[in-house]
């Protein structure tokens, strides 16, 4: 991990900030998607839970998303309870190189299958950068007994 690395993820978590609190019982979650050391996307969990904060950096990077890092504060959902993409299917069809998360979500619509879909595609899955500052961020999030309809 680089100091760049840092960076881009402090960014990220900076937006999952912004709508703490907003988001239901989904977490506020950051992503930003950076290619060639340019920021090409961002997105935060819009209020009241959707869309997920990838699917909205994914938007504004467009087709600058392939071959790019992504940088996330939670790793990315697995499935959905709607039946629609799941973020790891999102990110892994926009042919990301690279994702990186502060934190593993424990929840029932992760639970590591999020990165496991990534890897299995050929996407670098790294965990852990920044987990400490990022984790302040879901202190009140409780994967076991949050909604799970709402991921």
Known sequence: MSGDDASFMRRAIALAATN?????????VGCVIVRGGQVVGEGVTAAGGRPHAEELALRQAGEAARGA??????????????????????????GLARVVAALAD?????????????????????????????APLYAAYNPATGDPRKR
């Open 20 to 28: 703490l609190g907003l988001t239901g019982d989904n977490p506020s």
């Open 69 to 94: 890092t992504a940088y996330v504060t939670l790793e990315p959902c697995a499935q959905r309870s709607s039946g629609g993409a799941s973020c790891s299917e999102l990110l892994a069809a926009a």
């Open 106 to 134: 424990h929840s029932t619509f992760a639970g590591g299958h999020g990165a496991e879909r990534l890897r299995a595609q050929g996407t670098v899955f790294d965990l852990g950068l920044l987990e400490g500052e990022a």
